[in-house]
């Protein structure tokens, strides 16, 4: 809920922007747009501000886009690979490197900054609640107070405006002496009260008018808006700018009520409607209650509505098919703005590699049958044709941890370094317990990755140095070389993320010494990474598996295959709340290559 409460803050910058936008489009439109459209725009607005708080993450336009681009490349159209249906892995002699082992890790914890921002979120909701409950409290005891309306005259003028607006339901209406203008209150059991002033200076055309704005309120259920724009209030209370939001939309509800009445008189009756509103406002104010609508309003938004009288005409054909396709572009506008609101988003948005590769050169196949329960991932690339191929293109550029497989990288830097040279690479064992076997004994940097052996590994991340290990991951730019998680578990389940595309191209990088590193600190590299070798040609890889609080959730194989003409550098991944493991994930990879007769 702290890390939460970071993102949250950050969307709310990008929600002063969208409100921004959105000004700016009403006044842009505000010629095509009716009184009730302008209204309803606000509605978008509080959709979005729900966003931060749905638990899924929003598709946005270009990942439509992107699926589209799938579904054309995809075999089902005569592109991509034909891969036939699932085999049984491939046995290659040596399969220890397949018991890929690791150590548990606690969930991550969140920051400090974040709990204190939650504490005073929620302090802030608290007193927005006391105050709504307050408000309520005095609605409470003026419904006490109000008596059934007793006026005659009123009453068959109040009955006679129902008919008039086609309202079939019995509206209680009541009076009462704590309030300067009418209000209808109630989502589910409206009431409308009537001040007694009103009604003791009882003039028809006057009384008749605020009936008809009080019964739009109801016809066009504003009780429900009224509730959301409380919600809203009450939940982002720190930002100025949605409350600002919010008070605009209660101004354009009163003058969409205001233009729905005029829509029922006839033309010379607009100057006497308006003439009410000049007549009362002296005498009416804005209601002091949370859930309640009415016809009050201060000084300039009552000069705001009596310009909207004084101009209005109504409507033609022409001009509401215009108001209904503004309508539908802005609704479009801010519906590209939802993937960025959403907290997951946010987090897809920042973890998300964007691959660079020319389209014309990746093939997107279908490799489902592959992986079962599992969500999963493959991504191969060509070397001799330059190109790709790729299953589940959103999973293929997410960045996650990158668990054992970031081993590669730090036996290189080990050796950069000559912490250990390929002459010699043994490490004495400190005799510490550790709860997997093979850890408990000396190791080299083939048995190291043999058994994904971690003190061996952070052995040599210690050597370095947090600031050594933060320029090398920089210098190689691997994943988002984010090492704030520490430098004994940067790597398991915390910050430093890589995509299984990128950990193609670092594979690509790797083999041919695009580092200009040590040409036998590369050779060595990879001769610990040589899982097997046939008269076909070679085999190197390596798994990892992300564990979290006792479950294996992620499961890593990446590697190459060497023969005689080619080669092919592949990554595979796969997902899941339990049994997600590396040596799971070697499975599938290796029949994914088999039946792509890469590798038998």
Known sequence: MANFMIRFFICNVFISGIIGILLIVKRIFKNSLSSRMQYNLWFL?????????????????????SWLGSLRSSPSSGAGTNIAGTAEAVTTGNTNWMNDFTLSVNSEAPSIAGYILLGIWIVGILAMIILVIKSSLRLRNLEKSALPLQNKEVRRLYYHCLEEMGIHRDIP??????????????LLKPCIYLPIHLISDYNESDMRYMLLHELQHYKHHDAIGSFLMNLAGVVYWFNPLVWY??????????????????KMLEEDAYEEYGNTLINFAEKVSLTPFPFAAGLSGNMKQMKRRIINIASYEK???????????????????????????????????????????NDSNISYIDLSSYFNDYQGCFV???????????????????????DSTYKIYSALLGLENRYITSASSEMTWNGQEY????????????????NSVN??????????????????????????????????????????????????EMLQRLYINDF????????????????????????????????????????WFIGYVETSDNTYFFALNIGATENATGSKASDIALSILSDMNIWY
């Open 45 to 65: 607005l509080l959709g979005l501000l729900a966003v931060p708080f749905i638990p899924f993450r929003f598709i946005g336009l270009p990942q439509i886009f």
């Open 173 to 186: 209406v009541y009076s009462t002496a704590f309030l300067k203008s009418p209000i209808i209150v109630g």
């Open 245 to 262: 939001a919010l008070k605009e939309m209660r101004n354009d509800r009163e003058v969409a009520c205001d233009t729905s009445v005029l």
């Open 315 to 357: 409507p033609t054909f022409i001009k509401r098919v215009k108001g209904v396709c503004s309508y539908f572009l802005i609704a479009c506008l801010l519906f590209i703005f939802m993937p960025m609101l959403s907290v997951n988003a946010a987090i897809e948005m920042e973890n998300t590699y964007q691959i660079k590769k």
């Open 380 to 402: 191969l690339f060509d070397a001799t044709t330059d190109s790709w191929q790729i299953y589940n293109k959103v999973m293929a550029q997410k960045r996650i941890s990158p």
């Open 435 to 450: 709860p997997i076997a093979e850890w408990n004994a000396n190791q080299n940097l083939t048995t190291a990755f043999q």
């Open 455 to 504: 003190w061996y590994f952070q052995s040599l991340d210690q050597a370095a140095g947090l600031k050594t290990l933060e320029d090398f991951y920089t210098y190689i730019n691997y994943g988002n070389h984010d090492l704030s998680g520490g430098i004994s578990s940067f790597w398991a389940e915390s910050s430093l993320k890589i995509s299984p595309i990128e950990q193609v």
């Open 516 to 555: 200009n590193f040590d040409a036998d600190n590369i050779q060595t590299v990879k001769n610990a990474l040589l899982l097997s070798s046939t008269a076909d040609g070679n085999l190197y890889g390596k798994t990892g598996t992300g564990n979290i609080n006792g479950e294996n959730i992620s499961g």
